[in-house]
């Protein structure tokens, strides 16, 4: 706990990722990576080999949903690209500090779902379940990038939007569709690269229980696929939970 109130208290912060929980969700999402490290262990093997492979070099490299870096291979994206765009919502306190020592690192905290910042500014605006804007890339990226990755983001964007939005009395049924939407919207508006990489769990289990995350048609034909033992048994529940990942080209 101590550990989680120092971040808290400490993680440079937009005030609309703190208000929508998004700096919450950063700091559960570095405990639990700390607590499960060995069974995170092969899931993140996977997804380093696979950026490192595509990472093959030139001006600007863009990570979409980079977190705190447990799956991205820095070193070899700085030895390799100029720019370094490092994306999400909340970068913790380690990123930072990477950043002010490397100049090629650069950190853009973007609103990639496109609905939480107006979420934020408006309690009644926009309407519940609004299309989500696009990012404007040009600051970051004003020409193409070499790479753009997505990074386990595709299934999360939606998520607090519709924790948000169930609070506000929206109909369960028409948020899970507002989802669908938002994660499209993510698809199509990414930014403009010689090469794009998508890396996202598309179905969680638990059990026999098997929720779809990302419905299949939004989805590309996988060139590898694994599976991601997020929680042991005990973490979360009497059960393990395994989120199934796909990587490929988009």
Not at 41 to 62: E, F, N, Y
Not at 155 to 176: L, N, V
Not at 186 to 215: C, F
Not at 234 to 239: D, N, V
Request: aromatic share 6%; proline share 9%; charged share 20%.
């Amino acid at each position: 706990m101590l550990w989680e109130a120092l971040h808290w208290l400490t993680t440079p912060c937009p005030p609309w990722a703190r208000a929508t929980g998004m700096l919450h969700a950063s700091i559960a999402l570095g405990a639990r990576a700390r607590r499960c490290a060995g069974a995170w262990a092969p899931h993140l093997d996977q997804v380093r080999t696979h950026i490192s492979a595509a990472a093959t070099g030139g001006d600007t490299v863009v990570v979409l949903g980079s977190g705190w870096l447990h799956d991205v291979p820095i070193e070899h994206l700085v030895a390799r690209y100029r720019r370094v765009v490092l994306v999400d919502a909340v970068h913790p306190r380690p990123v930072h500090a990477l950043a002010r020592r490397d100049p090629r690192i650069i950190l853009a905290e973007i609103d990639l779902s496109g609905v939480l910042i107006g979420l934020w500014q408006h309690r009644e605006w926009p309407p519940l379940l609004a299309e989500p804007l696009a990012v404007d890339w040009r600051p970051w990226c004003p020409v193409p990038a070499d790479l753009v990755i997505s990074d386990l983001i595709l299934s999360q964007i939606g998520m607090a939007a519709c924790r948000i939005a169930d609070r506000r009395g929206a109909d369960p049924t028409a948020s899970a569709a507002w989802a669908e939407r938002i994660q499209a919207h993510h698809l199509a508006t990414l930014p403009t690269a010689r090469r794009t990489l998508l890396i996202t769990d598309t179905t969680v289990s638990e059990g026999d229980d098997l929720t779809e995350l990302v419905p299949p048609s939004l989805l590309p034909t996988p060139r590898a696929t694994w599976t991601w033992r997020v929680a042991p048994a005990g973490e979360l529940g009497p059960l393990a939970i395994d989120h199934h990942v796909i990587v490929a080209d988009l």
